[in-house]
């Protein structure tokens, strides 16, 4: 398994810088080693990876000769992170089939999904940086692939956030490493306050969580549809997959993680419920599963990969809506197969029974701490109130013969995506128990309930102020106040 | 003292990130942070020593650790290329924004 691993991490980068060298599409050997086959391939092989890796009896440690802490370790919330990755990649470059993108578009797709899978097995400081940065740099490129001037601020907007985040970071490191000569995640344990901090306010400017998210909706609603599905479904979770690690490896720092998994879940369905456009509802979904996933660090596997499924499916069907303005879908029905996805999606990251997003939700709801119990069940009424939005746009099924043949490549990705959630679910039975089912049913019916009554009715504009590129680096550094003040008091 | 002044440093790339106006001027503020943080990394390094850690034959000299500076080498060139790759961006956006100003491009390009 250890060569397997060496290799498997390897792979994606090999095959990424030389898929140049290889011949153009007009030969019959460069379509057999087309970008998308190339990208498939690679996507099929980390699935079967991750697959292996849930086998595996115990974590799978790599640790660098010598001892400055650098370590691979593989264990079984990798292997849930890995197969997110795999899955919703795989997704995508079936989605881009047929649209002819070009082969730099796949490159770096494929390092892309490397660096994920680097960020998600690595244990120690270094190798983290090295994955996120190499994450910085390729979502940049392909946040500007479309070559408009406004795709290319948007990108650069975010590459600025993440690099300066990433400086903080480096400084972290080099306290750490100061205090302790070792690189690992462990060493965090008697580090420096400052140092903590540091690191935190990184990792959480990284993964989009609560205030240092705010970057996060302007750039995951403006960016292409398949790319916001990558960024929503995987990229921003190795951010949170450090933290995740940090909080189970060492104890003090759970508590920091789980408060601001909380209020980063009920911050953003606040959000949320006050967008109206499509894809900015989704962005901001998006902010509150992140906290859900990091208020429950041991639960954090499987609810990753039900929302990096769900959320994938979602952005690649409202990118082939009319609109995205819900006012607009609201008066204009689209059609029914189009509609189809788009509710399963909703549903399943609302939890309803049936689909994985139930498994997972309720098998997070029963390992939060009580105190966490009721701000988690009020985001979820959150969620089921803002996803209605989705679930109740009107629809009527078209009689075009060609319904299904003009957008074959969404309709491969979708099977894709929705059947895995459908297998999922079978895979976590004991979820099924009549209290739970009960439960998950009457916080979806309030849900429902709300935006019935009242979302639907009330129009409220939230200001866009935060989300300015100054108020995100000021944003930064009061977070870093904050965080400091977090571990001076508490780990003290 | 040493530690103060690249603390200094790097809070003054900071200040600089979130004060000056011109897009330009962002990212040479951002280089002073990074040059603070590569100095920083030094200075840990230098800890224990300053001799370069060459075996030799007799007595050893106290060497600085060369894992910090091996370390800071990679996040050098990261740096640098995300600096090169923001700058190309830069020239592409002063086509349509000669004054370079954040926030002019920000209400441009907002939907």
Redesign the interface.
């Known amino acids: 398994m250890t060569l397997w691993t060496i290799l498997w991490i390897a792979l994606p980068f090999l095959v990424g810088f030389s898929i140049y060298l290889l011949p153009g599409r007009d030969r019959i050997l460069g379509r057999i080693f087309d970008g998308r086959n190339l990208a498939l391939a690679i996507a099929l092989v980390s699935t079967a990876y991750a697959v292996g890796l849930f086998w595996q009896p115990a974590p799978l440690e790599l640790h660098l000769l010598d001892s400055?802490g650098v370590t691979l370790m593989a264990d079984s919330p990798s292997a849930f992170f890995i197969l997110t990755n795999a899955l919703v990649t795989a997704a995508v470059v079936l989605y881009c089939w047929p649209s002819g993108k070009s082969s730099f578009f796949y490159t770096q797709v494929i390092l892309l999904h490397g660096s994920v899978n680097a960020a998600f097995i690595c244990a120690d400081l270094?190798s983290l940086?090295?994955a996120l940065?190499v994450i910085?740099?390729t979502a940049?490129l392909l946040i500007?692939y479309p070559n408009s001037?406004?795709s290319?601020?948007?990108?650069?907007r975010y590459?600025?956030i993440s690099?300066?985040a990433m400086?903080f970071y480096?400084?972290g490191?080099?306290m750490v490493?100061?205090t302790h000569?070792t690189?690992a995640f462990t060493g965090l344990q008697g580090a420096p306050y400052e140092a903590i901090a540091l690191i935190f306010v990184a990792l959480l400017a990284k993964g989009g969580i609560f205030v240092s998210g705010l970057w996060l909706p302007?750039t995951h609603?403006?960016a292409e549809s398949p790319v916001s599905a990558l960024l929503s479904g995987v990229v921003v979770k190795a951010g949170v997959f450090p933290l995740v690690r940090c909080a189970l490896m060492v104890e003090e720092l759970a508590p920091v993680v789980r408060v601001f998994g909380v209020t980063a879940a009920l911050f953003g369905v606040l959000y949320a419920l006050v967008e109206t456009?499509a894809k900015r509802v989704l962005a901001c979904s998006t902010l509150s599963q992140l906290g859900w996933v990091l208020a429950v660090p041991e639960a954090a596997g499987l609810y990753v990969l039900a929302h990096g499924l769900g959320k994938a499916a979602l952005f690649l069907t409202v990118g082939n809506l009319p609109s995205r303005d819900l006012g607009l879908l609201r008066q204009q029905p689209m059609e029914t197969n189009l509609w189809m996805p788009l509710m399963l999606g909703s549903l399943s990251i609302s939890g309803l029974p049936l689909l994985a997003g139930f498994s997972a939700k309720t098998l997070l709801l029963k390992q939060a701490l009580p105190w966490q119990s009721l701000a988690l069940n009020g985001a979820a009424v959150g969620t089921a109130t803002l996803y209605a939005k989705f679930v109740f746009l009107p629809h009527q099924s078209s009689e075009k013969p060609e319904r299904w043949t003009a957008k074959l490549g969404l309709w491969m990705a979708l099977a894709l995506l929705l059947g895995a959630l459908f297998i999922l679910n079978l895979g976590y039975l004991d979820a099924y128990t009549g209290s739970s089912i009960v439960k998950t049913l009457l916080l979806i019916g309030a849900g429902f309930l709300i935006h019935e009554l009242l979302i639907q009715r009330i129009t409220l504009v939230l200001p866009?102020q935060m989300e300015?590129?100054?108020h995100l680096?000021?944003g930064m550094?009061l977070m870093l106040v904050v965080l400091f003040w977090m571990t001076w008091s508490w780990l003290a | 003292m040493l530690y103060a002044c690249v603390y200094a440093t790097?809070l003054l790339g900071?200040f600089g990130?979130?004060l000056k106006e011109n897009l330009v001027m962002?990212?040479i503020a951002?280089d002073v942070?990074?040059t603070g943080?590569i100095a920083?990394?030094v200075l840990?390094a230098a800890?224990g020593g300053r001799f370069t850690p060459i075996f030799i034959d007799g007595p050893q000299r106290d060497y600085a650790?060369p894992?910090?500076q091996a370390?800071i080498l990679?996040?050098i060139v990261?740096?640098f290329?995300?600096q090169a790759?923001?700058l190309v961006?830069?020239m592409?956006?002063a086509?349509?924004n000669p004054t370079l100003e954040?926030?002019a491009?920000?209400e441009e390009?907002?939907?």
């Open positions: 400055f270094i940086y090295v940065e910085s740099i940049f500007a001037h406004r290319l601020w948007v990108a650069m590459l600025f690099n300066t400086l480096l400084m490191t080099a490493y100061r000569q690189f302007l609603s403006e456009d866009r300015d590129f100054e680096v000021g550094s | 790097i900071f990130i979130l962002k990212i951002m942070m990074s943080v920083l990394f840990v800890g650790d894992v910090p370390v990679t996040a990261i740096g290329s995300i790759l923001m961006g830069v592409k956006l086509r349509d954040t926030r491009i920000e390009y907002r939907p």
